[in-house]
């Protein structure tokens, strides 16, 4: 028999029915919607009586975002059964949120635990994966899995950390899309709910669904005054060094509130919309950290949090993305190429400056020649550049690779004794020659070279991904699965070198960490080609902004060279293994043993130091696979 949908709405199920256990909670015990009263629309929105058919929820850390969909998941359960489909970043983060989550939620909730037959019975439809109830089904899957997406048509659609999502699943397309697809059959039934903590600006998924929204923001009465505001960080106020002073001003008469007036501000708080949305049918929610309850996040140690990032790039962009929820503008203006000339320093190139602890290097195909830039890294990712080389000769052709070869094979004397050798390689393959690089990097079959294609986007998490196997021509013959091929998200080091580039000088003149050395003997050229691209905001075809990397002059092999020579740091483990990494180079370094003692004076241009009598050409000992999380010594510390 058809009947209509219950007229209960999601908060009120969770009021009734929401029980958390210390497994998934701080605050065991039944739900109180009143500990957030901000989440009470954003729910409601998620009922079934609600017209809402898309639901974006833009948020900071620290406020409940995720459990307002556990609600609305425990609601479609009990009260609107029907197929659901749970997406997270990845299919091991579905596995874990199975586990964290909806375990615990259908466990220590007496109203789905009636509904859904324990894990462990005979035919129980519960799985890892798969929650079967009567009437419904949830199923629960990662955004980079194509096959997960587009298994089963759902009415109710819960996407998580959507700005974590991959760009494209297996040449299929957009996974918010494929997951959408899912849905249209149910028609004005169906119903999408959208949450992430943002990331970049342009490239943003859940600032650009907000931004069509009726980006609604929650305002809260000034304990004085009675003005409603939405909470800013700049109106959030304390002396400096002491953040145990932070006080939120108020805009209209510059009340000083304390924490403990959040409970009587978020209580009278109610949510407005501030635009006009491109859909009615989509409605938009933001809200930061600011708002996080008495006893979660407080306003001291935001504060603290804040003073403790400054100076630090990478610890304000994560700041704004996970306290104010807030996107980052990345950092791609150019810079003057100019100054980088005027900041050059007085060290040899072909020579590893005492202060550079391992080698690495990045070679970008041209139809004539081979550039090859050297670079030498240190803690906070300080550079140097060590040397450029380049090869004549037609990729086609044998003799450049070959020279190549020799290349790794090379020492680079270590200013204050020993030398080193190139511990990782990152070629470029993506040019016209492909199938002849596959099949001569084939061939020299050197552990330590990493062929690589560069793809657009901003994968922080992942930015160097694979390997995956390719197909390469060897002596005119297709190999099957013959080369392991990387690929490399190359925005996102375009913009951690600007970054750096940017780095400017403390007070005492010191030099921070990160910062891009160069020698004087480069040629002004190479400096060009470093700075060789911007970062430009464009819309697409929808009208929303993003962002990519355009030229401002024809060449940049150098800014190819130094993205391809981070990424072979990030191959070797630099960004994963954090300090543990630098140090066991440091005790390497103060074991080997010291094979040079004369060095060219520093300012003044070596020649290249010829290959070691010891090894002219790489060797089967010289390469062999790295052990361990590091590659062995023998291979590039000499």
Known sequence: MLRPPPQLTVSEWAERHRMLGSRASAEPGPWRTSRTPYLKDVMDALSAVHPARRVVFMKGAQVGATESGNNWLGYIMHHVPAPALAVQPTVELAKRFSRQRIDPLLEETPALRERVAPARARDSGNTMLSKE???????LTGANSAVGLRSMTARFLFLDEVDAYPGDVAGEGDPIALAEARARTFGW?????????????????????????DQRRFFVPCTACGEMQWLRFERLLWEKGAPETARYHCSACDHPMQEHDKTAMLGGGEWRATAEGQDPHTIGFHISALYSPVG???????????????????????FKNTVLGETWQEQGEAPDWERLVERRE???????????LVLTAGVDVQDERLECDVWGWAEGFSSWLVDHVVIQGSPRDR????????????????????????????????????????????????????????????????PVQGPTPVDALVNGQKLRRGLKLWTVSVSTWKADLYRRLWLGRGDAEEIPPGWVHLPRAIEVEWVK?????????????????????????ERNEALDCAVLARAALWLLGADRYGDRFWQQLRDQIADAPLRVSELPAAGNVADPPPPSQSAPAPSASDTQRPRGWLAPRSNWLR
Request: one cysteine or more; glycine letters at 10%.
């Open 346 to 356: 007085d060290f040899a190139m072909g020579v590893v400056p005492p202060g550079a």
């Open 529 to 553: 080609q470093l700075v060789a691209e911007q970062l430009r905001t464009t819309k697409d075809r929808r009208g929303f902004a993003r962002q990519e990397w355009a030229k401002l002059r």
């Open 133 to 139: 109830f009567p009437g419904g089904i949830l199923v």
């Open 189 to 213: 039934r169906r119903k999408a709910f959208l949450v992430s903590t943002p990331t970049i600006a342009g490239r943003s998924r859940i600032e650009r669904e907000y931004l069509a929204s």
């Open 399 to 462: 003799e450049p690779w070959d020279e190549l070869a020799k290349l790794l094979a090379r020492d680079w004397p270590r200013q204050g004794g020993g030398a080193m050798r190139i511990a990782r390689l990152c070629v470029d393959t993506g040019g016209r020659d492909t199938a002849a690089v596959y099949g001569h990097l084939r061939r020299l079959r050197d552990p330590r070279i990493a062929p690589t294609k560069g793809i657009d986007g901003w994968n922080r998490a992942q």
């Open 296 to 318: 979660w996040l407080s306003w001291e140690q935001i504060a603290r949090d804040w003073e403790a990032a400054q100076g630090k790039p990478e610890d304000i962009k994560t």
